[in-house]
């Protein structure tokens, strides 16, 4: 038996013995389909870049983010300096390596904050059904007719400028997709008989909610966190370039765009340097997130 | 519902879901007022403080704060607040030393210019792309829609302005730079319409008219791009699902011309979906030219805003988000609503 583990026969047993193996079979599944898919593994090669460098960060830039030599000042892209340097002298490619942190910094913190909210607003929503539903998918829907980048702007207006307002602004208006995400995907189990068995066996709304139904709606708010993190990037480069997001010295791809903007005419590197980093990040998150939504979520490849 | 219906007939039934869609309107409009009322009621600055100074006396700076009327409950200040908009007061901005409403009218038409020449761009290269590409499924022009589709989800707006400006301004010398026209014309032509590709044609002005053209025109490709993407896609994915339809199989084996399928048959159904994704695609750009308008120096409303937001100039904030934000939920609620009236399916 110790032999057969992780074995293909084992991972795709039609009837696990264990819990365990029944998620590391699915597990098994997924990454099969996802292999198959080439601009799948395209995007999880680019993501998977990303962690490696925003974690090496400082081993692998050749030179300091923050310091420079003013007579190095805006030298072109040269073998010493791969992406030239900036007004400071700082080299950029070491600059746009450590932003990788930031930018990975946001994502994950938006993420983090919004993802959790919706899920819990869209179950809460679904499963009651009746008036709260009504209140909650209300609140929601205002939200959702927001127009997102100028309504983060006003919340950074008025938080004040800095990351960690500007995750909270994009968080704000992150949420409302993945409610109404989740609700949907609730709406669907809501009266199944596995719900009505754990209710009957006693167990408390809370629980229901929490052990049953978000569960379920994991996977496809999962997709969904994924295709927005491009959005979030974008979102986030944008606050950043209009000086309200990370401020200087903080090597921030959008406020680094934003600083080249002064030479863009002699000196276009300082500018369109930083923007191939967001560029090809997105489009990591992009092409990752379709891959998956083929593999996880079939039916949603129509609503966008 | 059910009641209404029995009193009134069948007229009340086609128009419970009318008045009901209404509410949901109003209800978002006070929502975005809430959501601007609470962003004004967050900022650390005392707007107290703004008008009095900070070293006005204790009993200066109280009366000035009962005058403001910021002693009353949060409700009736909301009112008051809302009172005001519907009114179309939205304060005085303190760069500009104008009302906000004022400076808005007239920053509101570059935008909406910019905007339109983008959706314009959108619409008629999205829509035909988006059709071929469903009717000749794997195609070059198939693949060419979801790398633009890919494109305009992962390319910042801003930096592709960037870059356009590097290439086709400072290298090729094609467009016009950073404004709405030569500096030495600005302000020659006479405002009529606040759109200045209109107003010197008026004008008959062509050199006013070129020159304001080869501004409009990079900004706007850009701002069409992003439609583009959008528009072709979701064409597409439309089409897609019409032409796996039964009754085009019928039409096929009745040995209708493939013109007349995909352009009679298939096209038809989906123009009122079109016209959802397009209004999307407008509020869309309106949002997106704040952007756009930072980069290319255009004098709209998201300039108006950015350069409020450096400046701490809160009420021109709010009130160029409040318009913004009134637009986007007026041409959203909008082109939802017209797809309700012109959809039967949708009546149901």
Same mark, same amino acid.
């Given at each position: 038996m110790s032999m057969a583990i992780f074995s293909r026969d084992w991972l795709l047993s039609e009837d696990p013995e264990t819990r365990a193996q029944a998620r590391l079979g699915q597990f098994y599944r997924l990454m099969r389909a996802l292999m198959r898919n080439p601009? /799948?593994?395209?995007?999880? /090669?680019?993501?998977? /870049?990303?962690?490696?460098?925003?974690?090496?960060?400082?081993?692998?830039?050749?030179?300091?983010?923050?310091q420079g030599s003013l007579q190095n000042r805006l030298q072109p892209p040269s073998s010493a300096h791969w992406m030239g340097t900036d007004e400071l002298g700082r080299d950029i490619l070491s600059r746009v390596i450590h932003g990788s942190r930031i930018t990975l910094y946001i994502v994950l913190l938006v993420a983090v904050i919004s993802a959790p909210l919706g899920l819990i607003v869209g179950a809460v929503s679904g499963y009651f059904g009746g008036w709260v539903d009504k209140v909650l998918m209300g609140f929601t829907d205002i939200f959702l007719s927001m127009p997102r980048l100028i309504m983060a702007l006003a919340f950074v207006a008025a938080l004040g400028p800095g990351i960690e307002n500007a995750v909270i602004a994009i968080a704000i208006t992150a949420w409302p997709v993945y409610a109404r995400i989740a609700r949907a995907e609730t709406?669907?189990?809501?009266?199944?008989?596995?719900?009505?068995?754990v209710q009957m066996q006693g167990a408390s709304h809370a629980r229901v909610i929490w052990r049953h139904v978000i569960p379920l709606c994991l996977s496809s708010t999962i997709v969904r966190v994924t295709l927005d993190m491009a959005g979030i990037i974008l979102t986030a480069a944008g606050l950043g370039f209009l000086g309200l997001g990370a401020q200087p010295p903080l090597p921030e791809w959008g406020a680094m765009i934003s600083r080249g903007r002064a030479f863009i005419l002699d000196q276009w590197w300082v500018a369109t340097m930083p923007g191939f980093a967001i560029v090809i990040v997105s489009l990591g998150f992009c092409l990752f997130g379709d891959g998956l939504r083929d593999v996880l979520d079939p039916k949603g490849k129509v609503k966008v | 519902m059910a009641q209404a219906a029995r009193m009134f007939g069948p007229l009340? @039934?086609?128009?419970?879901? &009318? +008045?009901? *869609?209404?509410?949901?309107? &109003?209800?978002?409009? #006070?929502? &975005?007022?809430? %959501? @601007?009322? +609470?962003?004004?009621?967050?900022?650390?600055?005392?707007?107290?403080?703004?008008?009095?100074?900070?070293?006005?006396?204790?009993?200066?700076?109280?009366?000035? !704060?009962? $005058?403001?009327? =910021?002693?009353?409950? #949060? +409700?009736?200040? *909301? *009112?008051?607040?809302?009172?005001?908009?519907?009114q179309g007061n939205l304060g005085r901005s303190v760069s500009t030393g104008r009302p906000v409403a004022e400076d808005l009218a007239r920053v509101f038409p570059a935008t909406l210019e910019m905007a339109t020449l983008g959706i314009i761009i959108g619409v008629t290269i999205g829509v035909p792309m988006g059709v071929i590409a469903a009717a000749r499924q794997g195609s070059w022009i198939d693949q060419i829609i979801r790398v633009l589709a890919l494109a305009g989800y992962a390319i910042p707006a801003f930096w592709l302005g960037l870059v356009g400006l590097v290439i086709f301004y400072a290298h090729f010398r094609l467009v016009g730079g950073p404004g709405r026209i030569n500096i030495f014309m600005d302000g020659m032509v006479p405002v009529r319409t606040g759109l200045l590709l209109v107003d010197s044609l008026i004008a008959g002005d062509m050199r006013a008219f070129r020159s304001?053209?080869?501004?409009i025109i990079l900004p706007g490709t850009i701002l069409g791009f992003f439609s583009l993407a959008y528009i072709a896609r979701m064409t597409r994915s439309f089409m897609?699902?019409? =032409?796996?339809?039964?009754? %085009? @199989?019928?039409?096929?084996?009745?040995? $209708?011309?493939?013109?007349? %399928? %995909?352009? !009679?048959? $298939?096209?038809?159904?989906? !123009?009122?979906?079109?016209?959802?994704?397009?209004? &999307?695609?407008?509020?869309? #750009?309106?949002?997106?030219?704040?952007?756009?308008? @930072?980069?290319?120096?255009?004098?709209?409303i998201g300039n108006y805003l950015t350069t409020a937001l450096l400046n701490?100039?809160?009420?021109?904030? =709010?009130?160029?988000? #409040?318009?913004?934000? $009134?637009v986007f939920i007026t041409i959203n609620k909008g082109s939802d609503l017209l797809y309700r009236l012109l959809d039967p399916r949708a009546r149901a």
């Open positions: 601009l /799948a593994m395209v995007g999880l /090669a680019i993501i998977v /870049a990303l962690l490696v460098v925003a974690a090496f960060a400082p081993w692998i830039a050749p030179y300091s983010p923050l709406l669907t189990f809501r009266t199944a008989e596995f719900i009505s068995a | 009340a @039934t086609r128009a419970a879901p &009318l +008045v009901w *869609f209404i509410v949901i309107i &109003l209800m978002t409009f #006070l929502g &975005l007022l809430a %959501i @601007t009322f +609470v962003i004004g009621r967050v900022v650390p600055i005392d707007p107290v403080l703004a008008v009095v100074g900070d070293r006005a006396p204790r009993a200066t700076y109280e009366a000035a !704060r009962l $005058a403001m009327g =910021l002693d009353d409950p #949060l +409700v009736v200040q *909301f *009112f008051r607040y809302v009172g005001d908009v519907v304001a053209f080869s501004h897609l699902e019409q =032409l796996g339809q039964e009754y %085009i @199989t019928t039409a096929r084996v009745k040995g $209708a011309p493939e013109r007349v %399928i %995909i352009w !009679r048959h $298939a096209f038809r159904p989906i !123009r009122v979906q079109l016209i959802t994704v397009i209004g &999307l695609s407008y509020a869309g #750009l309106l949002e997106g030219s704040v952007m756009i308008e @930072t980069v290319f120096s255009w004098p709209g701490a100039d809160m009420n021109a904030v =709010l009130g160029a988000t #409040l318009v913004i934000g $009134a």
